[in-house]
C-alpha cells in the first residue's frame, strides 16, 4: 500500500513500490486502476454516459490489459462536456486550477482535499528521488498566482518533505538573482531558459553562479535531454553555467502528476500508484518499447475531476528497463514534439524542439520562435525568425545547421533579441511561446 492507515500518502511505501520486481508493481497497478475506474464510472456522468454508450460493465475491466477496449478521452471532451467530468459534491472541491492552454482553451480542474494530498505526494516522491531533503532551502522559480497548478504543487511536495521553500516566481530574473544571493538555496526548480538567464544575469554582475551553493537544477516546461538521453545544449549550458546536477521533469495539469528525471539521467521516473501510461500510434494502437508515440495518461486516485485515457498530445517514449538507480519504474524519455504541431516539409516530418536544438547551440542565438504556415496539400513553410545582437551571424548560417540536423532549409530572419522577447513573452502564458501555427485547418 501507498496510503497510511489516517488516509495520507506514504512516500516510504511509494519508494518501497518503485524498487519492487515488475510483477508486483503491474499487480499493484491494475488494482488502484480498477478503484479508478469504478469510480469514475459511479461518479462522473461523462463517464457513466460513455460506459453505457459503448456497453462495458466497469466490472469487466480488470487492469491495465484492458485499457485498450475503452475510448480515449480527448482535449476537446474537457471543453465541451466539462461539468460532467465532476465526480465529487461540489462542496467537497477546494482549488480550482486552469491548464496552460498552450494548445486550446484553459481548462479548469477541480480539485478535493485528497487530490491536493494526492498532489504533493507526488512531488514528494520526486523531489525525494532527486536527491533533496529537509536539509535543503528549495527556491521555487515557478508561479503559484493565476490558478497554476505547478508552483502549488512544488511547495505541498516540498512542505512534505521538510525542506525550506522560497517562493520566488517566474516573472523576474532580477528578483530570483536577488533571492540567491540572500537566502542562498540548495536547490532551484525553474525553466531552464530562466534559469540560463538568472545564472548570465549573475555574472554580468561578477558573480559566479557555481560559488552560490546551488547543488541541483530541476527543470520544468522545457526539454533539457535529447532522445537518447544526452544533455541538450540547453541541458549543456546549465551545467557550464552552474556547474551542479540538473535534472528534467515531465508534467502537465490534467495528469496532476510528474515524471522526474533520478541522478542516472535516464528519463522521468513513472509513479505507478499514481498513474498508468500508454504511448500510442497515431492510430491509436501501442507502439513498442523505446518507440515514439502519444502520451496517453489515466491519472490514479484523483477523486474531483478523474480523467481515462486522456490523450495530452505529447510525442515521448517510454522505457520500461530497470534504471540504475535501482527503481523498476518504467521511464519517460524527453518530449520530442506536440502531435498539434507536427509539421510535414516535403515529405519529412519535422517538430519544432527539433529546431529549438539546434538553436540552442549556436552561439550568438539569444531567443526565436517558429512561424508555420499551409504552403500547399501535405505540406508546410516555415520561418525561424532568430534573436541575435552578434554581426558576425548571417541566416545562411543558421539555415545551414538547420538543414543537417532535420534534412529541411526553413526560412530563418535574424532580428534583435528585444523583438523577440517581445512576441514570445505573454503575460497569461507560464514560459515563452516560441511556435505560432498559422495553418489552415
Not at 58 to 68: C, I, K, S, T, V
Not at 197 to 203: D, F, G, I, Q, S
Not at 271 to 286: C, F, N, Q, R, Y
Request: glycine letters at 10%; charged letters at 25%.
Amino acid at each position: 500500500m501507498t496510503a497510511s492507515q489516517d488516509g495520507r500518502y506514504d512516500a516510504l511505501a511509494g519508494a518501497r513500490l518503485a524498487l519492487a520486481d515488475a510483477a508486483l508493481i503491474a499487480q499493484r497497478q491494475d488494482e488502484l486502476l480498477r478503484r479508478h475506474i469504478r469510480h469514475c464510472a459511479a461518479h462522473s456522468p461523462f463517464y457513466r454516459r460513455m460506459f453505457a454508450r459503448i456497453g462495458i460493465v466497469p466490472e469487466e475491466l480488470q487492469g491495465r490489459g484492458d485499457l485498450a477496449r475503452l475510448p480515449f478521452t480527448e482535449k476537446g471532451d474537457l471543453e465541451s462536456c466539462h461539468a460532467e467530468f465532476l465526480a465529487l459534491p461540489q462542496d467537497e472541491i477546494v482549488d480550482f486550477c486552469l491548464t496552460s492552454g498552450t494548445t486550446g482553451k484553459s481548462v479548469a480542474m477541480l480539485q478535493s482535499a485528497g487530490d491536493l494530498d494526492r498532489l504533493a505526494y507526488n512531488e514528494e516522491l520526486s523531489f525525494r528521488g532527486v536527491g533533496i531533503t529537509r536539509e535543503d532551502r528549495v527556491l521555487v522559480a515557478a508561479a503559484m498566482d493565476r490558478c497554476f497548478m505547478a508552483g502549488l504543487a512544488y511547495f505541498l511536495g516540498l512542505t512534505r518533505i521538510g525542506a525550506t521553500v522560497i517562493r520566488g516566481g517566474s516573472s523576474s530574473a532580477g528578483l530570483l538573482m536577488e533571492l540567491i544571493r540572500t537566502c542562498r538555496p540548495s536547490a532551484i526548480v525553474g525553466v531552464p531558459s530562466l534559469l540560463l538567464a538568472v545564472a548570465e544575469k549573475l555574472r554580468q554582475e561578477g558573480i559566479d553562479p557555481a560559488g552560490l551553493g546551488v547543488a541541483r537544477l530541476v527543470c520544468i516546461g522545457e526539454p533539457i535531454r535529447r532522445s537518447d538521453f544526452s544533455l541538450s545544449p540547453l541541458g549543456e549550458r546549465l551545467v557550464q553555467g552552474w556547474r551542479c546536477q540538473v535534472f528534467g521533469t515531465y508534467a502537465s495539469t490534467e495528469m496532476a502528476t510528474s515524471f522526474t528525471d533520478c541522478g542516472a539521467g535516464l528519463g522521468g521516473h513513472l509513479h505507478p500508484d499514481l498513474v498508468a501510461v500508454e504511448i500510442v500510434d497515431e492510430k491509436g494502437d501501442p507502439v513498442p518499447n523505446g518507440s515514439p508515440g502519444e502520451v496517453v495518461a489515466t491519472p490514479l486516485g484523483t477523486g474531483g475531476m478523474p480523467l481515462i485515457r486522456f490523450r495530452t498530445g505529447d510525442i515521448a517514449s517510454l522505457d520500461d528497463a530497470p534504471c540504475p538507480c535501482g527503481r523498476n519504474t518504467p521511464r519517460m524519455g524527453p518530449i520530442v514534439g506536440r502531435k498539434s504541431q507536427m509539421l510535414k516539409i516535403r515529405g519529412t516530418t519535422v517538430y519544432p524542439p527539433a529546431i529549438a536544438l539546434v538553436l540552442q547551440g549556436m552561439q550568438g542565438v539569444s531567443g526565436y520562435y517558429i512561424e508555420a504556415e499551409s504552403e500547399f496539400a501535405l505540406s508546410d513553410r516555415i520561418r525561424v525568425v532568430v534573436g541575435s545582437a552578434d554581426p558576425s551571424l548571417d541566416a545562411s548560417q543558421v539555415v545551414e545547421r538547420i538543414a543537417a540536423a532535420i534534412r529541411v532549409r526553413p526560412e530563418v530572419v535574424i532580428v534583435p533579441p528585444e523583438e523577440v522577447l517581445r512576441v514570445t513573452l505573454r503575460e497569461d502564458k507560464r514560459k515563452p511561446v516560441v511556435f505560432f501555427d498559422r495553418r489552415v485547418v
